[in-house]
């Protein structure tokens, strides 16, 4: 035992362990930074989303939709929406954008939009009826990230009853 100083062995031992020790600490931050990154574009596409969500819906009970209609075309999907005052607005869909008056795109590389919405036209009475259009928005790790879809409400009343006064 030499007690003057360290051994060959001791240093290479101590350089081995705090390398291990390094390269653990560095895939814990490069995994904790994909995760932030992750996020970061999540919650960016998360304001796009309710800003879309917010505008369309406005204009629903704004201008009172009637009725709409579905176009598919080879990249993209329109939605023609009616409204009772003889206005007409479009929604496109492509697989990373879309369009209402504004276009929005999605900041996450690996989500896209669904080119085939889900439309749902229910008659919920003898006075109101529901139109329900979900737009999926796929992601390519996640089998089903419902969470993220944007989902449009509209409950309206019939033509038949307009003598409504409040």
Known sequence: MNK????????LVSISLVSIVLLLLLRVM???NNINNASNYASSDEISRTTI?????????????????INKLANKTEINLFYENNTEEKIII????????????LETNK??????????????????YLIMI????LMEDEK???????????????????????
């Open 4 to 11: 003057k100083g360290i051994t060959i062995i001791e240093l």
């Open 30 to 32: 490069f995994s904790l």
């Open 53 to 69: 969500i917010k505008n369309i819906e406005n204009d629903f009970l704004n201008f009172k939709l009637k009725d709409l209609e």
């Open 94 to 105: 492509k697989e990373k954008e879309l369009t209402y008056k504004d276009t929005y795109s």
């Open 111 to 128: 989500a896209y939009y669904d080119l085939e919405p889900v439309i749902i036209k229910q008659a919920l009475d003898e006075d109101y």
């Open 134 to 137: 979900k737009i999926k928005v």
């Open 144 to 166: 089903d990230a419902e969470k993220d879809d944007i989902v449009l409400t509209y409950v309206g009343l019939k033509n038949n009853n307009e003598d409504n006064t409040n």
